[in-house]
């Protein structure tokens, strides 16, 4: 059994928390509710008894589970040994009960792809992994802000200059400024191993192959000291919208972090949603408020409707 944190990136939507056994695995985005799946058999080689062809598992749904209510199994397929995937499950829910007062668990995805620029400094973060051997296999996007679906992102900064958020390139033009920056900017696509001092080693291409600061890297996942005002007001109106989900990066300095703290207080329902997994707290008391506000606009959404 093992358990331990990736990120969720490009676009970066947090951190996502893990337990594994032999054969079944649980994962996390907020540390309360869990996805369960777990390894059988494919349907379609169950019944092909008289086949002789190699039998091939998979993952599998089976259900949500938190500790308050316990396990809500979905429907699965007749044919799957429901029995042998119950005890799966139910060995998994033992092991991972107890680890919850130990969350959030070690981020281990240190092989980084980075958009560089014609200097080969990293630009905006692509993909991450914590298997060496996967890197040939991630075939990453070019750096998205949001998903294509999502259009909260508005930026104050655009406002202030007359660039509506639903415009001529559609109900995500903020983000798409932002992204189209990046992508004028990024030249290269770069792996790097990051070292536990935070420099990088490229792996390739690199052309100077010669160990990264860690300093040079944006420890947000995306690089805010641009050259242009208006990009780097743009920049930093993301940062400080995703600051809910940042605060759940490891490793920051404590001045980052404070200020990340400040800017998700001001968003109460995204950091009460990550609460379980932030590293550390700075301003405990800004944060419990934070916490009770997003109470009271559940419970105020909640009340209305049933009223209605």
């Not at 309360?32 to 062809?53: G, K, N, Y």
């Not at 790097?192 to 947000?220: H, W």
């Amino acid at each position: 059994m093992r358990h331990y944190a990736v990120r969720q990136v490009n676009p970066f939507e947090g951190v996502l928390q893990i337990v594994e056994s032999t054969d079944a695995r649980a994962y996390s985005t907020n540390g309360r509710v869990w996805q369960i799946q777990v390894l059988a058999e494919r349907p379609d080689h169950t019944w092909r008894s008289f086949s002789d062809a190699s039998k091939i598992e998979q993952f599998f749904n089976f259900g949500l589970w938190d500790a308050k209510d316990g396990m809500h199994k979905v429907p699965a397929n007749p044919v799957l040994d429901i029995g042998a995937m119950s005890r799966a499950a139910d060995a998994l829910i033992d092991l991972l009960a107890p680890l919850l007062e130990r969350l959030p668990f070690d981020l281990i995805d240190r092989h980084e792809l980075w958009a560089t620029d014609a200097r080969e400094r990293p630009v905006a973060l692509l993909a991450s992994t914590e298997q060496a051997e996967r890197m040939a296999d991630i075939r990453p996007r070019r750096w998205q802000a949001t998903r294509i679906a999502d259009h909260s992102f508005v930026s104050p900064s655009l406002l202030a200059r007359g660039v509506s958020a639903n415009g001529e390139l559609g109900p995500r033009q903020h983000a798409e400024h932002l992204e189209r920056r990046v992508h004028q900017l990024s030249q290269h696509e770069t792996w790097f191993r990051r070292l536990n001092d935070g420099r990088g080693e490229p792996i390739a291409p690199y052309r100077s192959g010669q160990t990264v600061d860690a300093k040079a890297f944006p420890p947000l996942g995306l690089k805010d000291d641009w050259d242009d005002a208006q990009t780097r007001e743009l920049a930093l109106d993301y940062l400080t919208w995703q600051a809910p989900r940042l605060l759940l990066l490891q490793h920051l300095d404590q001045a980052c972090r404070s200020a990340l703290e400040q800017a998700a207080c001001a968003r109460a329902v995204a950091l009460a949603e990550g609460y379980r997994l932030l590293p550390c707290i700075i301003d405990r008391a800004a944060v419990e408020a934070a916490r009770v506000e997003a109470r009271l606009r559940r419970a105020a959404v909640y009340n209305e409707g049933t009223e209605t």
